[in-house]
């Protein structure tokens, strides 16, 4: 396949505004090619070209060709089009469980493609369904066939998804944003699945993705795109290891490092202790009680001045329960949490007003943290003024903060919406640090952040921690992350820490065998991203 | 024609909002005002601000239309037909049809606003509690519940019956019904709010909860109950006119659209001006008010918005 010359414009807008400009490169059979850019690159509108998905009446292609095996994409008609779509070229989306109808079974979904464009009879359709949920690994195929999406993991219905894409035996598979929705361990899984039937159907992948870690495990190729432009294209080790372009070197450079720095772990007052935390959600019945679910059970851990603790997990290990629970937006079913020596678990109403001024809470989506209605300058003395301070003294600290966070005075009169989300989270730890808090508990708060983003607020973070000595609490899925900035780590699954102790210590010589699963699924951790090359393991 | 002082500034007000010069200058991706002046184009929705300022006008400045009172009962001209004394000719006690109508649409107006106000704001400040304490919530919700079930006619004769027919007792019977409505629409906007992000920040701020609620949450429900409102102010003035028609309604000697239609029943083959007249303008006010609420909807809640 080839892309040449490929423009894509914004239909009706007079200013003729591209959204995506001169975008050439290619893909022969048997290749993983990766686009990465971060958010609003174009990667995904690239690929939508590609499949004749732009959403008609706002997206059109102005210029260039798409060529799949020497037929041109964008000269086809509607018809040609499907057809294309099911046999040369298919596609596989983020998030499984909205590519999938919830009211068939998975067998249907994979044999409508077989009905709508093959002429097999029944009984020899339904045998290569369950062939090729065979290759896809899934166990006990018969049951599977039967069952519908729901019933099904997020690893099972992006396997069906695959399966769904896979088997016509398509030229080109497009994969936008795979994996992005799975936890590691699963994540590892469908890479390798990919891979495996790559080789076996000897298929081209168009892998779009904005993990690097993703890329240095299954690229061939890279293709690195930029505000719709083509930054860079080379093969993987050109890309990663010596990278021409400076904006490609910046955003490789901005991948965190698996290997946590050496650092002193900090002998300090201890400013948060949790004490045998459980929190129990109870299922409502009609009648009577339907037992309860264990969302958190028995965790134990403590909080230095100045130190910054890491919680991590894959999705449902309770580490946002715990998060809450010590915000006390939720309440704990038992257990303690002392700051400062108090217990907060206990206190309500009247009682635990004051004492919140203590813990603040940064959140994951920087989109829905801020009031859309407030002045930012307002929301960020909202918390001052709830205590009682004069809204002078509370501008001018806001504004204080503001520069601290790296953000100018004039931000004070703005609303939220007129900040990216690296800007807004700035905000939202503006917010958080105003009424001097001992405890910042940041809930997967560069998550959502592009990634070269997330390196700037990871070291905002890390400045404020040095400059004032607040605690951090910090959440996070992503490893790396933890790595990066974390002095202590602690491992939970199923509402359990199963691993604790200094960041070094837990990532490079793990005593659990969880831990280690989880360490050997983080995707490309066999490369040195800041220093452009792999990593050599007896610099650990 | 006497002088028709409020006229002029009527028409002024129709021209802006339909003058050519403002729309060419509207870009489609502009805000909401811009918007708001761009569905305008749209032929429906111009006639039906047309009609409805045209009827609020005619309400404000009733005395001012060549009317004379429209209770005064004149035996000697009974069920005439138009003429030049009586545009619209008269009502079976000799009543001039044209200034009762003209009258009515004040009725159908106070009626339609006041029931409107009136269900808003017992709805928000009910939805508001149910929303956001859950213990009140079972309790208030199970009234709700019960009020929905009630057959609103039924209740509205319930009361005028009770207290007798006047425009309060109207009013509450319109109300009432309306109420659950709004509640349950506040309650599920409340609901969705209570989880965002920044309502959190904001009680982790330490935020009292009348601030929380007045400062992040509220202001949620004014684009829903702006719409809602345009379909409550419809269904008050059409409940209104049942309940008169039904003789359960306003005192007979009022002149309200419902009543006019009414007493107009007995001579319909005569003189079918008499339910015709009102019967128009009621059913014109109506469309206009519910083209103009699905206008608001679509602007405010895109999501609900029909594809075009």
Known sequence: ?540 | MPAIVNQPHADGNVQMLGDPSLIVHATPAAGFTSQLISSLRSPPVFVALLILSVVIVVALAAPLLGTIDPVAIDPGSRLRGLSPEHWLGTDAFGRDTYSRVVYGARVSLIVGAGATLMSITLGLLIGVLAGYFRAADAIIMRVMDGIMAIPSILLAIALVSLTGGSLLTVLVAITIPEVPRVVRLVRSVILSVRTEPYVEAAISLGTRVPTLLVRHMVPNTVAPLIVQGTYVFAAAILTEATLSFLGAGLPPEIPSWGNMMSEGRMYFQLLPGLILYPGIILAATLLSVNVLGDVLRDLLDPKMARKS
């Not at chain 1, 709830?386 to 503001?402: V, Y």
């Not at chain 1, 609490?473 to 002095?487: E, M």
Request: net charge positive; with cysteine; charged share 25%.
């Open chain 1, 1 to 540: 396949m080839k892309i040449d010359n490929l423009a894509v414009q914004v239909v009706g807008d007079p200013t003729g505004r591209q959204v995506l400009e001169n975008i050439s490169f290619e893909i022969s059979s048997g290749e993983t090619l990766c686009v990465v850019g971060e958010s609003g690159s174009g990667k995904s509108v690239t690929s939508l070209a590609i499949m004749g998905l732009l959403p008609a009446g706002s997206l059109k292609p102005s210029r260039g060709r798409i060529l799949v095996d020497g037929e041109d994409i964008l000269a086809a008609s509607p018809a040609r089009l499907r057809e294309l779509r099911a046999t040369r070229m298919a596609m596989i989306f983020q998030e499984p469980m909205t590519a999938l109808n919830p009211v068939e079974t998975v067998g249907e979904q994979i044999d409508e493609v077989l009905r709508i464009h093959s002429k097999l009879s029944k009984t020899a359709r339904r045998q290569k369904v369950l062939a090729m949920l065979e290759s896809v690994h899934m166990p006990d195929v018969e049951r599977i066939y039967n069952s519908y999406p729901h019933q099904l993991s997020g690893g099972q219905r992006q396997r069906v998804v695959i399966s769904i894409a896979l088997i016509l035996e398509p030229r080109i598979l497009i994969a936008d944003e795979p994996t992005t929705a799975l936890d590691v361990t699963t994540q590892k899984q469908i890479l390798l699945l990919i891979r495996e039937l790559q080789k076996k159907h000897n298929t081209a992948v168009l892998f779009i993705t904005h993990d690097f870690g993703v890329v240095a495990e299954i690229a061939d190729r890279i293709v690195v795109m930029n505000r719709g432009h083509l930054v860079e294209v080379g093969t993987r080790e050109d890309i990663l290891a010596r990278p021409r372009e400076a904006y490609t070197r910046m955003l490789v450079s901005s991948v965190p490092s698996l290997i946590p720095q050496k650092r002193e772990a900090p002998v300090t007052d201890i400013v948060l202790e949790v004490q045998s935390l459980s929190k129990n959600y109870s299922r409502k019945r009609l009648f009577g009680s339907g037992g309860s679910v264990a969302a958190a059970q028995n965790v134990n851990l403590t909080l230095r001045k100045g130190e910054i603790v890491g919680i991590v997990g894959e999705s449902g290990s309770g580490k946002s329960t715990v998060a809450r629970c010590i915000v006390r937006l939720q309440d704990p079913t038992s257990g303690a949490v002392l700051v400062k020596g108090e217990d907060i678990a206990r206190v309500s109403g009247p009682q635990l007003r004051p004492k919140r001024q203590r813990v603040q809470i940064v959140f994951q989506d920087p989109y829905r943290s801020l009031n859309p209605r407030m002045r930012v300058g307002d929301s960020i003395i909202e918390g001052l003024v709830n205590f009682g301070t004069k809204r002078e003294a509370a501008l001018k600290k806001a504004r204080e903060l503001l520069g601290l966070v790296g953000l100018s005075d004039d931000s004070m009169q703005r609303y939220p919406h007129q900040f990216s989300g690296g800007q807004r989270q700035r905000i939202c730890i503006a917010r958080a640090l105003a009424l001097d808090p001992d405890i910042l508990v940041a809930d997967e708060a560069v998550s959502a952040l592009d990634v070269s983003v997330q390196a700037q607020v990871l070291k905002l973070l890390g400045e404020i921690r040095d400059r004032t000595g607040i605690a951090v609490l910090f959440i996070t899925h992503d490893l790396r992350v933890a790595a990066q900035i974390c002095d202590t780590i602690l491992v939970m699954q199923h509402g359990s820490i199963v691993e604790a102790g200094p960041a070094a210590e837990v990532l490079t010589s793990p005593r659990r065998e969880y831990t280690r699963t989880l360490i050997d699924a983080a995707p490309g951790r066999g490369w040195d991203f800041q220093n452009f090359g792999p990593l050599i393991s007896g610099a650990a």
